[in-house]
C-alpha cells in the first residue's frame, strides 16, 4: 500500500522556537530507515574528545535527514510493484548555521550510503564548490573509516583522488572541486553538493548541478542532498531558486513530495523586530546548539564583527545565524534601500502610472554591448502629486554572453516582462548564441530581431515608447547620459524630441544625480514616491552602492561590474527631470513664470527670473535651497494654483 505523507512543515515557526523536529512525518519504510541508522549510528568522530560514535553524542536533530532518506527507500516494492527499487523521496535541503557538523554530517550519510548501496559500480559524489571545501567533506568521511577495522576491510581510502571504493561491489564515492573537476557524464546514484550558496555565484552551476544529477534518470534509488549555509550578499543564481522551492515546499506553496526541506532560519517576524539579534535566541538557526556550537564563543565574535562595522556584520550574521542579507543590508547600500519596500506597488504598470498621472519624465541609461538598456519612467500623479516610478530594460545577446553571471537574474526578469532580449545582425552575435547557457536561455526567451538597414531593435523600443508618452500629452523631458548612447539622441531628433525643443536634457551623470537620488530616498520615507516593485529594480537597487567623494557622494555599481544598475539610473535620471517640477503639458513651471505679472518684490530678489529659474534647475547649486524656499514662499503667497494644474 502506498504511504501517504506531505514534506510541508506548516507550523514550523512554532516547532523550530520550541526546538522540535522539522520533519513532520516517520519513515517511509521503518526498517531500511533503522538498518541505515545502525550504521550511521556506529561512525566514529575522531575529532571530538574520547572519539565516540555519531550515537553516543549526537543531538536528534542529526538523524532526521539520514532517516527520512534511509526510510525513503522501497527495497521490496511494498508501495507498489512498480516502484520496487525506487526511493519516493529524492530531493533533500538542509540549510543551517556554520559549524552544526554540516561536513560531519555529510560524510556520515554518505558512507552510509555506499555500505548500503547493491549496485555494482554505483557512484557517489559529493560535489563541492572548491578545493578547500571539497576536502572538508573528504576528510571527515576518511577519517569515520579509518578510526573502524570493520570499515577499513570494506572500504579503500585514496587521499590523493579524494576516492573511497567498496571492495566487494566496486561502487565509490568521489569527493569532487567543481572549479577543478569535470562533473559530466556521470551514472551517479548519490550526490551532495555542499555550500550551494557558493554555486549560486557561478554562471554555469546550473548547468553543471543538471549534468551531475542527469544519472539519476536511470537509477530510480538516486538521491540529491544540497548542504548550505546562508550567503552574505542577496541569494542568487541557483541557491536562489532552490532556497525559494524549498521554502515553498516547506510553507505548503508548492507540493512536491519527492523534495523534503530542513530549513533552520529565523521566522521572518523575528527578522523584522530584530528578535534575531539577541543571544537567547540564537539556537534557532544552530540546531546544534551547545555541542559544536559555543553560545560564549558566538556572543564575544558579534560583538567583534558589530565593531568593524556593517559590512562585517552582515557576513557574520548570514554565517552563524543564518541570516539572509537583503538589499537594504548592503555596507555601501543606497540608504533608499533600506525604505524601498515601502514604496512597492506591484499595481504600477507603465498603462497605470500613464493613467493616473499629470505629467511624465523619462530616463535613458546604459546601452553598451555589455549593457543593459534602462528606462525609468516617473509619472507626477493627478491631485495627490505622490511621484510613480516604473523601469524597464533591454540586453541583446552579445550583452547575455559577456555577463553570464548574471543569466539567472536574467531569466527572473525575462519571466516578469521586465527584460526584453534583441539581436543584432553581426558575427560577434551568432557567436555568442553559440554558447550552450545562453541558447538554452533563447531557446526559453526567443529574442527580438533587429531588422537590417533599420533602427536598431532597442533604439526602435525606446523611440516608440517616448513617442506613446508624447503623443498622450504627458511627456516633459527625456533624460540621457551627456555621454551616452549617440545613436539613441539622433533617433530621438526623428520625433523631435530634441535639447533646442527643450524636450531632451542631458542629465549630470556621477555626483551630478546626487539630488536625485537623495529626493528619492526621502520620498519613499514618506510614501509620496511609489515604484513598480519588479524583481528587476530590486535587484538594481541591491547592487547600487554610494561612492563618497570629498564634499559629495555618487551610485555606483559593484566593483565587479556583474551587478547591474542601469534601469535605476534610468529612474534617477527621471526623478531629476521631475525634480524640476514641470507643469502639466510638458513646459516647466520655470519656462512659464514670466508669462504673467512678475510676483517678486524688488526688496526680495537679487536674481531675475531667469538666474532663478537657471539655479533651480541645478540642484547642487550653492544657491538652490535659498532659490527653492523662495519661489515655494511666492507660490503660497499668491496662491498660483495654475502653475500646478
Known amino acids: 500500500m502506498m504511504p501517504i505523507w506531505s514534506t510541508a512543515c506548516l507550523d514550523w515557526k512554532e516547532r523550530i522556537v520550541n526546538r522540535q523536529s522539522l520533519v513532520t512525518f516517520d519513515a517511509l519504510f521503518p526498517d531500511e530507515a533503522e538498518a541505515a541508522l545502525s550504521i550511521f549510528r556506529d561512525l566514529i568522530l575522531v575529532d571530538v574528545p574520547g572519539r565516540p560514535t555519531i550515537g553516543e553524542c549526537c543531538l536528534p536533530w542529526v538523524y532526521d535527514l539520514p532517516r527520512i532518506l534511509f526510510g525513503s527507500y522501497d527495497a521490496e516494492g511494498i508501495s507498489d510493484p512498480a516502484n520496487l527499487g525506487r526511493r519516493l523521496i529524492r530531493y533533500f535541503l538542509l540549510h543551517v548555521a556554520k559549524k552544526n557538523t554540516k561536513s560531519t554530517l555529510a560524510a556520515g550519510v554518505m558512507v552510509t550510503a555506499l555500505l548500503r548501496n547493491w549496485r555494482e559500480s554505483g557512484e557517489f559524489y559529493i560535489l563541492a564548490p572548491t578545493k578547500e571545501v571539497a576536502d572538508n567533506s573528504f576528510f571527515p568521511a576518511r577519517d569515520m573509516i579509518r578510526a573502524d577495522e570493520e570499515l577499513l576491510k570494506l572500504l579503500h581510502v585514496q587521499d590523493s583522488q579524494r576516492l573511497i571504493t567498496h571492495r566487494t561491489t566496486g561502487a565509490f564515492l568521489k569527493v569532487a572541486a567543481a572549479d577543478s573537476e569535470t562533473v559530466s557524464g556521470k551514472k551517479t546514484i548519490g550526490l551532495l553538493i555542499d555550500e550551494l550558496w557558493l554555486f549560486g555565484q557561478r554562471a554555469n552551476a546550473e548547468s553543471m548541478i543538471r549534468e551531475a544529477e542527469g544519472g539519476l534518470n536511470s537509477r530510480p534509488e538516486g538521491f540529491v542532498i544540497y548542504l548550505t ?49 539577541k543571544p537567547e535566541n540564537w539556537f534557532i538557526p544552530n540546531p546544534n546548539w551547545g555541542k559544536s556550537v559555543d553560545p560564549n564563543f558566538l556572543i564575544g565574535k558579534r560583538a567583534e564583527a558589530a565593531r568593524s562595522g556593517k559590512a562585517s556584520l552582515i557576513d557574520w550574521d548570514a ?115 553559440s554558447d550552450p547557457d545562453v541558447a538554452a536561455l533563447l531557446a526559453e526567451f526567443p529574442p527580438q530581431i533587429s531588422v537590417e538597414g533599420e533602427l536598431p531593435f532597442d533604439i526602435r523600443f525606446v523611440v516608440d515608447l517616448v513617442e506613446l508618452v508624447r503623443d498622450g500629452g504627458l511627456l516633459a523631458q527625456v533624460g540621457v547620459d551627456a555621454a551616452g548612447i549617440g545613436a539613441i539622441v539622433d533617433a530621438l531628433a526623428g520625433i523631435d524630441i530634441t535639447q533646442d525643443a527643450e524636450t531632451l536634457d542631458a542629465v549630470r551623470q556621477g555626483i551630478g544625480l546626487m539630488g536625485a537620488y537623495k529626493t528619492v530616498e526621502r520620498k519613499l520615507g514618506d510614501r509620496t514616491f511609489l515604484h513598480c516593485g519588479s524583481e528587476l529594480l530590486n535587484w538594481c537597487v541591491g547592487n547600487a552602492r554610494v561612492v563618497l567623494t570629498t564634499t559629495a557622494s555618487r551610485i555606483a555599481r559593484e566593483e565587479a561590474g556583474f551587478g547591474k544598475i542601469d534601469p535605476l539610473i534610468a529612474l534617477f535620471n527621471a526623478a531629476h527631470l521631475m525634480t524640476l517640477n514641470p507643469e502639466s503639458g510638458g513646459r516647466s513651471v520655470f519656462d512659464t513664470m514670466d508669462d504673467g505679472e512678475d510676483p517678486q518684490s524688488d526688496a526680495e530678489s537679487q536674481a531675475s527670473l531667469a538666474e532663478e529659474a537657471m539655479i533651480l534647475r541645478d540642484p547642487q547649486h550653492p544657491r538652490f535651497e535659498e532659490m527653492r524656499e523662495r519661489f515655494n514662499a511666492r507660490l503660497a503667497a499668491n496662491d498660483r494654483d495654475d502653475l500646478y494644474a
Not at 530549513?263 to 530584530?274: T, W
Request: aromatic share 10%.
Open 229 to 277: 549555509t546562508q550567503s552574505p550578499k542577496p541569494p542568487a543564481g541557483i541557491f536562489d531558486q532552490k532556497l525559494k522551492d524549498f521554502r515553498d515546499i516547506r510553507d505548503g506553496k508548492l507540493v512536491d513530495p519527492q523534495s523534503l526541506p530542513i530549513i533552520y532560519e529565523f521566522p521572518e517576524e523575528m527578522i523584522k523586530s530584530k528578535a534575531y539579534e
Open 319 to 433: 554565517k552563524f545565524l543564518n541570516v539572509q542579507a537583503g538589499m537594504s543590508q548592503r555596507a555601501d547600500g543606497w540608504a533608499g534601500a533600506e525604505l524601498w519596500d515601502r514604496g512597492s506597488d506591484p499595481s504600477l504598470t507603465l498603462d497605470a502610472i500613464l493613467d493616473r498621472s499629470e505629467v511624465v519624465t523619462m530616463g535613458l541609461d546604459g546601452g553598451g554591448l555589455d549593457d543593459l538598456l534602462g528606462i525609468g519612467v516617473v509619472g507626477r500623479e493627478k491631485g495627490r502629486k505622490r511621484w510613480l516610478g516604473w523601469a524597464h530594460a533591454l540586453i541583446s545577446t552579445i550583452g547575455l554572453y559577456r555577463r553570464k553571471a548574471n543569466i539567472n537574474e536574467y531569466r527572473k526578469f525575462l519571466a516578469a516582462g521586465d527584460l526584453t532580449i534583441f539581436r543584432f545582425h553581426t558575427k560577434d552575435a551568432e557567436e555568442a548564441e
